[in-house]
C-alpha cells in the first residue's frame, strides 16, 4: 500500500520536527516534518526566479542601493507592458520583467495546487484542499491571464509591487464605472463578510462547547456527542435554523468559494461583457439618480 | 424538536433566573424566546416596519422612485444644520434616528439573548462576544463617530444602494481609502478570515466520513506537516478562526473612526515616511 509506504519514511523523517513553545495551550507546537518533493522543489525553484526577477527589476529602479531600496519598497513597481504592445514580448524595461515574473508566479501556484493534491491523497484525505484553492487559482486567473488576453493587452493586468497593485485596484474599478454597482462584485463582498460572518460563528461557536468535545469535527461527524448537541441548539434556539458538524463545513466551503468565484466573473466580465457598471445598474433600476442621465 | 432537544430544554428550565437572564423561559416552535427576544423582536419589527414604509411610500413621492423598488430606496441622516440634536421633523431626518435607535436596540437585545441562551445550555460566550465585535461597528459608524464630528449627518443613509454610495464616496472624501492602513489591515483580515474558513471546511469535507478507511485527525495533521510544514489542531483552529473574523471588523473600526477626526488625507498620512529620520545618516533628506 503506497499509504503504507508513505508512513515509513515519515516515521524516518520526524528526526527534523521542532515545537513553538509560546503557542503550548493554544494550539498544536510541532513544526514540521516539511515534504519537498518533485512538485514542492518545482513550485520552490519558480516561486524563487519570480522573486529574484522581481527584485532584480526593483533594483534597476533604484541603482542597486540597499537603503534607497528599503525606502521606496512601498512604491516599487514592476509595470506591465505598455498598451501599445498588446500580447508580443516587450523589452525588459518596458514590461519585460512583469511578464516574467508573472510566468513564474503562474507557474509556482500551479506546481503547489498540484503539491497539495499529491499530498491529500498521499495522505489518505479526498482532494478538497487543492479542489477549494483552485477556486483562488480562478480569481489569479482571470485576473493575470484571461482578461488580459481577452482584452488583448497585457497592460490590463496589474502590476506587481505594494502600491501598485492597490493603484490597479482603484483604477480598474473606476474605470469600469465603479465595482460598487458591479452584481458580481456585489455577490463576491456578499461572500467575502459572509465567511468572515460564517468564520467567527463557527470558531465562537466551538470554542463555546470545548469543555464538550465539539472540537473533535471528525469524530462528531460520526456520531454527534454532548458538544456538537449543545452547539446545534445555541443556533436553534438563536435563529431557528442550525447547521450540523458536517454541513457547517459545506456552508464554509460554499462560502469561500463563492468570493472567489464571482470575484473572477466580475473581473472577466467587465469591458468585453459590460463597460460601465454605472450605466448597467442605472439601466437595472437600482440607482437614486434620476433615470434619464442613464440612457446608453 | 432535535431528537435529543427534550434533555436539553429541561435542563434549561433548571437553569436559575437571574436579572434580565432567564425570564420568559419559553419556546415557540424552535425559537426560545425569553426577556431579550422580546426586544428584540419589538424594536426589530418596528425599525424594519418603518424602514419598508419610508423606503416603499414616502421616498418614491419624493424621488419619483417606482413604487416597491426597495433596492434603491433609503432613509437619509439629518442634513449638516440639525447637528446632533434631536429632531422631530419627519423631512429633516427624524425617521433615521427612530430606525438607527430601534436597529442599535435591536442588535443589543440580540447580543443579550445570545448571552441568555449560552448561559442555559452551560456553554462559554465567544458567539455573543464575536457578535459584540460587529455591534461595535455598527456604533462606531452610526453613533460614535458622528458624535465626535458633532452632526449626525455622517452617518450613513439606510438604503441597499445608498449605503454603497455613501462607502464610495467615503473613501474618495479622505483622498482613497487605498492608503488607509487601518483598511489594508483591515481588508488582509477578511481575506484571510475567506482563506481560513475555504481551509477549514475543506480540510473536514477531505477527512470526514472515512472512519472505515482508517482516517482519523491524525491524517489531517501529517497532510499539513507535509506541505505546510504546521499543522495548528483541532482547537488551535478554531482560536485562529475566531481570532481573524473579529480583528477584521475591529480593524475596519479604527480605520472609519479615523477618518475625518484625526486623519483627512490617507495618502498625505504617508508623508512621515519620507522624512523619518532613520534615513538621515544615509544622506538622503
Not at chain 1, 223 to 228: F, Q
Not at chain 2, 36 to 55: D, E, P, R, T
Not at chain 2, 168 to 197: D, E, K, Q, W
Amino acid at each position: 500500500m503506497a499509504t503504507e509506504v508513505y508512513r515509513e519514511s515519515f516515521e524516518r523523517r520526524t528526526k527534523t520536527v521542532r515545537y513553538i513553545r509560546f503557542l503550548e495551550g493554544l494550539a498544536d507546537t510541532q513544526v514540521g516534518p516539511i515534504y519537498l518533493g518533485m512538485w514542492g522543489a518545482l513550485a520552490l525553484f519558480s516561486y524563487l526566479l519570480c522573486v529574484f526577477i522581481t527584485a532584480i527589476g526593483f533594483g534597476e529602479q533604484v541603482g542597486y542601493n540597499p537603503i534607497r531600496f528599503l525606502r521606496e519598497l512601498p512604491v516599487l513597481t514592476l509595470y506591465p507592458p505598455p498598451p501599445s504592445q498588446g500580447l508580443r514580448m516587450a523589452p525588459l524595461q518596458e514590461g519585460g520583467y512583469w511578464q516574467l515574473a508573472t510566468l513564474f508566479l503562474s507557474l509556482t501556484l500551479v506546481f503547489w495546487t498540484i503539491r497539495i493534491w499529491t499530498r491529500a491523497v498521499a495522505n489518505g484525505l479526498r482532494p478538497m484542499v487543492p479542489i477549494a484553492f483552485s477556486a483562488a487559482l480562478f480569481l489569479y486567473a482571470a485576473i493575470y491571464i484571461i482578461h488580459p488576453i481577452w482584452v488583448n493587452s497585457w497592460n490590463e493586468a496589474p502590476p506587481h509591487g505594494l502600491r501598485g497593485i492597490l493603484l490597479w485596484t482603484n483604477h480598474f474599478s473606476v474605470k469600469y464605472g465603479n465595482f460598487y454597482y458591479n452584481p458580481f462584485h456585489m455577490l463576491s463582498i456578499y461572500g467575502l463578510l459572509g465567511s468572515t460572518l460564517i468564520l467567527a460563528m463557527h470558531g465562537g461557536t466551538i470554542l463555546a462547547t470545548l469543555a464538550y468535545g465539539a472540537h473533535r469535527e471528525i469524530d462528531e461527524i460520526e456520531k454527534s456527542d454532548e458538544g456538537t448537541h449543545r452547539s446545534q441548539l445555541l443556533w436553534r434556539w438563536v435563529m431557528g435554523f442550525n447547521a450540523t458538524a458536517y454541513s457547517i463545513h459545506q456552508w464554509a466551503l460554499g462560502f469561500a468559494t463563492l468570493t472567489a468565484v464571482a470575484g473572477a466573473l466580475g473581473v472577466l466580465f467587465s469591458g468585453p461583457v459590460e463597460p460601465n457598471w454605472y450605466l448597467w445598474a442605472c439601466r437595472a433600476g437600482i440607482t437614486p439618480a434620476v433615470q434619464a442621465a442613464c440612457a446608453p | 424538536m432535535l431528537s435529543f432537544e427534550a434533555k436539553y430544554r429541561q435542563e434549561a428550565m433548571e437553569v436559575p433566573a437571574r436579572a434580565s437572564f432567564g425570564l420568559l423561559k419559553i419556546w415557540i416552535g424552535r425559537f426560545y424566546l425569553g426577556f431579550w427576544g422580546v426586544v428584540a423582536l419589538v424594536f426589530g419589527v418596528l425599525g424594519s416596519g418603518v424602514w419598508f414604509w419610508q423606503v416603499l411610500f414616502v421616498d418614491p413621492n419624493r424621488t419619483n422612485n417606482p413604487l416597491l423598488n426597495f433596492i434603491r430606496g433609503q432613509i437619509y441622516p439629518p442634513p449638516p444644520e440639525v447637528g446632533l440634536s434631536i429632531t422631530f421633523d419627519g423631512s429633516k431626518g427624524f425617521w433615521w434616528l427612530f430606525v438607527v435607535f430601534c436597529a442599535t436596540v435591536t442588535f443589543f437585545a440580540w447580543m443579550m439573548r445570545q448571552i441568555d441562551i449560552s448561559r442555559l445550555l452551560k456553554i462559554g460566550y465567544q458567539v455573543p462576544i464575536a457578535f459584540g465585535a460587529v455591534l461595535s461597528s455598527w456604533v462606531t459608524i452610526q453613533i460614535l463617530r458622528p458624535i465626535l464630528l458633532g452632526k449626525w449627518s455622517e452617518g450613513f443613509p439606510l438604503g441597499v444602494i445608498p449605503h454603497l454610495d455613501w462607502l464610495s464616496a467615503f473613501g474618495y472624501r479622505y483622498y482613497n481609502f487605498f492608503y488607509n492602513p487601518f483598511h489594508a489591515i483591515g481588508i488582509t483580515l477578511l481575506f484571510g478570515s475567506a482563506f481560513v474558513l475555504s481551509l477549514h471546511g475543506a480540510t473536514i469535507l477531505s477527512a470526514a466520513r472515512k472512519k472505515s478507511e482508517g482516517v482519523t485527525e491524525e491524517n489531517v495533521n501529517r497532510f499539513y506537516w507535509d506541505f505546510f510544514g504546521y499543522s495548528i489542531g483541532e482547537v488551535g483552529i478554531h482560536r485562529l478562526a475566531f481570532w481573524a473574523a473579529v480583528l477584521s471588523v475591529l480593524m475596519s473600526n479604527l480605520c472609519f473612526v479615523l477618518s475625518g477626526t484625526v486623519v483627512q488625507d490617507w495618502s498625505g498620512f504617508w508623508n512621515f515616511w519620507d522624512y523619518a529620520p532613520w534615513w538621515k545618516g544615509f544622506g538622503f533628506n
